[in-house]
């Protein structure tokens, strides 16, 4: 016997099992050979792995449904379990193949551009990832996706969110309040990708039970990540040193998405980045990958793409006058 766990953090559980748990009755009576339990935000069947197969491939059909369609009636239970194909356009789990993570009100978080594929395909295949691109490209976004995505999945215990405390022209120190009122605002970004992607209290109670940590660069001094899917955003405003004690700090059973502009570097002129110099020595060892994203996989505004083709021009008549 073998068991099948299916997480559905992403919707209200009345919603797909019905009042008084008639949807989920209704399941049961397509699956006699599986034992169906229903427990907080996940589903249990237990039986045999054939039959766990096809009970997994169906269950993501009317979750996928739920999510597309905003309901769920006994009538479209009956139709999609009882069907023998897929929905179009799915895998074999029945849900969309670009599919990374089902975020807040049916929201379908997916890789967009070919750029964003592989930085997906890349983190398949390796432990540490360079995605390096301009502005609005998706980097964070996609990686902090791909982070939610392992954290469901149980691939790994913890999401660990972190940046160089560095200011875009501004000064923290100006700032009011303590140390984490100032530092949050410049943090944003990232609890706004998590926004997206999971149901508010369950974001808040990660991360107050530490299962997702969001930190400047300087608090992972002096630790190992095991166990972690760690992603370090706006990398180019990293020191060499800073870099390295980062990409050290990596344990057994963890992932790594290095994300950030090389274009938009806010060090002191005298120093080089980390990121810039990593390029160059790490882009032959085996087990890490840099992708490499331009104006073609902004998402943002169509107004994003052309100010950065034009400051791009800009920046090439200064170098080749």
């Known amino acids: 016997m073998s068991e099948k766990i299916i997480s559905i953090e992403s919707l209200h559980p009345l919603d797909l099992f019905g009042v008084n748990d008639q949807n989920l009755d209704l399941v049961r009576n397509y699956f006699p050979k599986l034992k169906i339990i229903s427990r907080d935000n996940t589903v249990k069947a237990i039986g045999e792995e054939n039959e766990l197969l096809l009970f997994e491939q169906k269950f993501h059909s009317l979750i996928f449904h739920l999510e597309k369609f905003g309901k769920l009636t006994q009538n479209d239970i009956s139709q999609l379990l009882g069907s023998e194909q897929d929905l179009p356009g799915t895998t074999g789990e029945g849900v969309p193949s670009d599919v990374l993570v089902h975020g807040k009100n049916g929201m379908l978080i997916r890789a967009r551009t070919a750029n964003q594929h592989r930085i997906v395909e890349a983190t398949d295949r390796n432990d540490l990832i360079f995605a390096i691109g301009p502005a609005g490209t998706g980097k964070t976004y996609t990686a902090v996706a791909l982070a939610v995505r392992a954290l469901k999945r149980k691939e790994v215990q913890r999401i660990i969110l972190t940046r160089p405390a560095v200011e875009a022209g501004e000064n923290l ?14 943090l944003q970004p990232l609890y706004d990708a998590l926004k997206d992607m999971l149901p508010p209290q369950k974001l808040l109670a990660y991360i ?21 899917f760690a992603i370090l955003d706006e990398a180019q405003n990293t020191t060499t040193n800073q870099m390295k004690m980062f990409l050290t700090r990596m344990g057994n059973a963890a992932k790594f998405i290095v994300t950030g502009d090389i274009t938009q570097i806010d060090l002191p002129k005298q120093q080089i980045s980390g990121l810039v110099h990593v ?14 994203l331009d104006h073609s996989d902004i998402v943002r505004h169509k107004l994003v793409s052309r100010i950065i083709k034009a400051y791009g021009n800009e920046q090439k008549q200064k170098t080749n006058p």
């Open 173 to 186: 120190g100006f700032l009011p309040g303590d140390l984490k009122e100032k530092l949050d605002p410049y």
């Open 279 to 292: 390029q160059t020595i790490l882009k032959d060892v085996p087990g890490i990958d840099f992708i490499y």
């Open 208 to 228: 107050e039970d530490g299962t997702i940590e969001i930190a400047p660069l300087a608090f992972m001094r002096g630790r190992t990540l095991n166990n972690a």
